[in-house]
């Protein structure tokens, strides 16, 4: 094994992402927002107009085009840093968004929205599933009747097919990755990675209609290739039908001995 995979690598890292994502096309990135954002629009059947949330929003890079094209914009996100900088990069542009620093299943509307956007992967990045549920149920609650909501999550059938899995482990009790280090002699956790939760689309499918919301399609990319189990990507659109289920209670999330895949990264 050579010595770049005897050293620990952080999820944020170049040398993570390339193997596991393989190298990235050259595209700029204002390029590829646009893009992303023609099919966010498609796919969500956006209006003149419409009233959208960008929950966990980050550095805004869709709130702010979604803004450009004249939807009505609230950019959402936990962390005050993040909003700070995109609220400047909005006031330079004079784009009309209202920004809120909130936790994600704190959502303080009703029946405001046409669409809400998760597009990277917050839903899986709270503490346990019932918090995805309550997030679910929060994001239901701000949305208009038949309003719809896209959640872009990693594959995680791809994902343990590509690690194979990596020297991070996959708790197979859970459905987390701990991402924060891979590394294949062991040893803590290096600092400035992460760890999320991942879903089947089985899963996601029985976590949606629990919390009000009908499956309208999945996706493997915003090209809108099909859902496979290869794609990279699980891009689901749903649509707000009914009043949440109330949930069963699980507690897979609190087990203390997790199930774990550890193995080399597949080339």
């Given at each position: ?64 085009e979604l803004a450009r094209r004249h939807y009505r914009v609230v950019g959402m996100e936990s962390s005050k840093e993040a909003l700070a900088a995109v609220r400047d990069r909005a006031k330079e542009e004079a784009l009309t968004v209202h920004f809120l620093a909130n936790p994600l299943d704190r959502i303080p509307y009703e029946g405001e929205f046409n669409a809400v956007l ?150």
């Amino acid at each position: 094994m050579s010595d770049e995979y005897n050293s620990r690598v952080s999820t944020h890292s170049p040398a993570w992402k390339s193997k596991l994502f393989g190298a990235e096309p050259v595209l700029r990135p204002e390029a590829r927002i646009r893009a992303q954002v023609d099919a966010l629009e498609r796919l969500l059947e956006l209006k003149h107009r419409s009233r959208v949330l960008d929950l966990g929003c980050g550095a805004g890079a869709q709130t702010l085009e979604l803004a450009r094209r004249h939807y009505r914009v609230v950019g959402m996100e936990s962390s005050k840093e993040a909003l700070a900088a995109v609220r400047d990069r909005a006031k330079e542009e004079a784009l009309t968004v209202h920004f809120l620093a909130n936790p994600l299943d704190r959502i303080p509307y009703e029946g405001e929205f046409n669409a809400v956007l998760n597009v990277r992967n917050p839903l899986g990045s709270l503490p346990s599933e019932r918090d995805d549920a309550r997030c679910l149920s929060a994001i239901h609650r701000s949305l208009k009747p038949g309003g719809r909501l896209l959640l872009d999550l990693l594959n995680r059938e791809w994902l343990i097919r590509r690690l194979g899995a990596h020297d991070g482990a996959f708790d197979l009790v859970s459905g987390r990755l701990d991402g924060r280090s891979f590394s294949s002699r062991g040893g803590k956790p290096a600092a400035g990675g992460e760890a999320v939760r991942l879903y089947s689309l089985t899963e996601l499918r029985r976590l949606l209609t629990e919390t009000g919301f009908r499956l309208r399609g999945a996706w493997g990319d915003y090209q809108g290739h099909p859902y496979h189990l290869d794609s990279m990507r699980l891009i689901v659109v749903a649509e707000r039908v009914e009043p949440p289920k109330k949930a069963p209670e699980r507690d897979g999330d609190d087990f203390e001995r997790a199930v774990r895949i550890k193995g080399r990264p597949r080339s």
